[in-house]
């Protein structure tokens, strides 16, 4: 990843239906931990300025698998190589949207809790968080991203051209 690309702090979000979005990422290497510092800034920062909560890499158009959590009122993560390794046979129903899917939202069924085990490449070991709620349903986004997967493909085509242009209208409606 060019470290130029990284100066402004603000990065491009790619949109639907741009093919980058259904690259699966490349994990990690140790060649690239050097970068890993100024990229996950500038995605946290992207993150910030754009008003999501969570960002994988492969939407701003760097295929490796990173992705940042931004909850309010909880820590940030910053997982490298994430990897889900346990899923709860209970769901949860929550009106999911994305940030690379602009107006389109729904109510999307998924597990309620995860085992996610990432690589910290700081300390070069691995790590295990234990998700549920808001924060496992926003790593598995996210992971689905690095996957080349959208939270909208289970959806028609006309399914979400309705969606999104029903978003606009409760914009514009100042909703």
């Known amino acids: 990843m060019p470290v130029d690309r990284m100066t402004s702090n603000v990065l491009n979000i790619l949109k639907y239906p741009d093919k980058r979005l259904r690259e699966v990422a490349k994990p990690i290497e140790e060649d690239d931990y050097f970068g890993l510092s100024l990229i996950f800034a500038a995605m946290k920062?992207?993150?910030?300025?754009?008003?999501?909560?969570?960002l994988a890499a492969t939407q701003v158009g760097i295929?490796?698998?990173?992705i940042v959590v931004a909850i309010e009122n909880q820590p940030v993560h910053c997982l490298a190589n994430?990897?889900?390794?346990?899923?709860?046979?209970?769901t949860c129903t929550f009106t999911e949207g994305c940030l690379s899917v602009p107006y389109a939202s729904y109510?999307?069924?998924?597990?309620?809790?995860?085992?996610v085990e990432h690589y910290d490449w700081i300390l070069r070991e691995t790590h295990t968080i234990m998700a549920d709620g808001l924060l496992a349903r926003v790593i598995q986004h996210e992971i689905d991203h690095l996957d080349g997967k959208l939270f909208i493909d289970e959806l028609s085509p006309l399914?979400?051209?309705m969606l999104q242009r029903a978003g606009k209208k409760r914009e514009k409606?100042?909703?």
């Open 45 to 54: 920062n992207t993150l910030r300025i754009k008003g999501g909560v969570g």
């Open 63 to 66: 295929p490796l698998r990173l």
């Open 82 to 90: 994430p990897v889900i390794t346990e899923y709860s046979e209970d």
């Open 107 to 115: 109510d999307k069924v998924r597990p309620r809790r995860v085992k």
């Open 159 to 161: 399914k979400i051209n």
């Open 173 to 175: 409606r100042g909703h």
